[in-house]
């Protein structure tokens, strides 16, 4: 499996990004994806699950501000970023796994498949 995102760059606080994350390979046991971002000396976090019934979850943090989506007959995952803030900033990650991704609340335990990540840099 790979996974290939696109779509990171620069913006001003108050824009939106569009994050894509082509999957290839044998994809069709991964039923749980995820976007996970690290910034400059934090822990990754994860800032979008996509369940396999379809359910989303977000936490706070990004909550009414990011959508997470997936277009099945391309395997394209990806992530609707609007009204970005500084705090954004951040190198993104595309994930996926056969298995949950995302345990209670804002828990999550590292996927087995990520994608090697695109840069987003918001300024104020």
């Known amino acids: 499996v790979q996974l290939v995102e696109s779509g990171g760059g620069s913006v001003q606080a108050g824009g939106s990004l569009r994050l894509s994350c082509i999957a290839s390979g044998y994809t069709n046991n991964l039923y749980y994806w995820s976007w996970l971002r690290q910034a400059p000396g934090k822990e990754p976090e994860g800032v979008a699950f996509l369940e396999s019934d379809g359910s989303t979850y977000y936490p706070e943090a990004v909550e009414a501000r990011f959508a997470i989506s997936k277009d099945n007959a391309k395997t394209t995952l990806y992530l609707q970023m609007n009204n970005l803030k500084p705090e954004d900033t951040a190198i993104y990650y595309c994930?996926?796994?056969?298995?949950?991704?995302?345990?209670?609340?804002?828990?999550?335990?590292?996927?087995?498949?990520w994608g090697q990540g695109t840069q987003v840099n918001v300024s104020s």
């Open positions: 994930a996926a796994d056969n298995h949950p991704i995302r345990g209670r609340g804002d828990y999550w335990r590292s996927p087995s498949y």
